[in-house]
């Protein structure tokens, strides 16, 4: 199975500052990534898609970029209900996996 | 408007066994792959299982492949998910997910609830 290795674990980062987050997959997924923020007590949310396609009501500050093994999840200017852990999921190949996630917390 | 709504979980002795069920409605079921995600408490989260839209391809986790099953009914817009061989690792809220494109394995927009599967003796 495709392995994905998020970094960093802990971000932190105060409002209006811009957040990076990484994944990493252990072989190409090519751009079959997504990306989901979570809150304490509530269902996964999905950002991103297609590596870089913002679902559905998504704010533009949400944005992703990459393809084959490295990804990247960029918040331009974080706001306060930004602050939450993020995965990235690859869905390309069987059995699709998660990252472990980072969380972003306000520092 | 989209809605999903686990249930069945429960208290279950290691060994035995347990049938989640996932009522959907607000959209056309029958167009969509269907997963099951779970996460364990304090932990992150792991994707369990795959449906296709019309029931034929099944995908599983290496960790449940063997004693899990995956199915649909299509006709009542239900997802099921049959758990045997229970063991106190798939303690975890199990969620079901709906593919956010039909027919299409790109990432999942809808999620229910959740329903907690306790596995302990």
């Known amino acids: 199975e495709i392995v994905l290795t998020q970094s960093p674990a802990t971000l932190s980062l105060s409002p209006g500052e811009r957040a990076t987050l990484s994944c990493r997959a252990s072989q190409s997924v090519s751009r079959d990534l997504a990306w989901y923020q979570q809150k304490p007590g509530q269902a996964p949310r999905l950002l991103i898609y297609?590596?870089?396609t913002r679902a559905t009501g998504i704010p533009a500050r949400f944005s992703g970029s990459g393809s084959g093994t490295d990804f990247t999840l960029t918040i331009s200017s974080l706001e306060p209900e930004d602050f939450a852990v993020y995965y990235c999921?690859?869905?390309?190949?069987?059995?699709?996996?998660f990252g472990p996630g980072t969380k972003v917390d306000m520092k | 408007q989209v809605q999903l709504v686990e249930s069945g979980g429960g208290v279950v002795q290691p060994g035995r066994s347990l049938r989640l069920s996932c009522a959907a409605s607000g959209f056309t079921f029958s167009n969509y792959g269907m997963h099951w995600v779970r996460q364990a408490p304090g932990k992150g989260l792991e994707w369990v299982a795959v449906i296709s839209y019309e029931g034929s391809l099944k995908y599983y986790a290496d960790s449940v492949k063997g004693r899990f099953t995956i199915s649909r009914d299509n006709f009542k817009n239900m997802l099921y998910l049959q758990m045997n061989s229970l063991r106190g690792e798939d303690t975890a809220l199990y969620y079901c997910t709906r593919e956010n494109i039909p027919r299409a394995a790109t990432g999942n927009d809808y999620w229910g609830q959740g329903t907690l599967v306790t596995v302990s003796s």
């Open positions: 297609d590596a870089s």
């Open positions: 999921n690859q869905c390309g190949n069987w059995p699709s996996t």
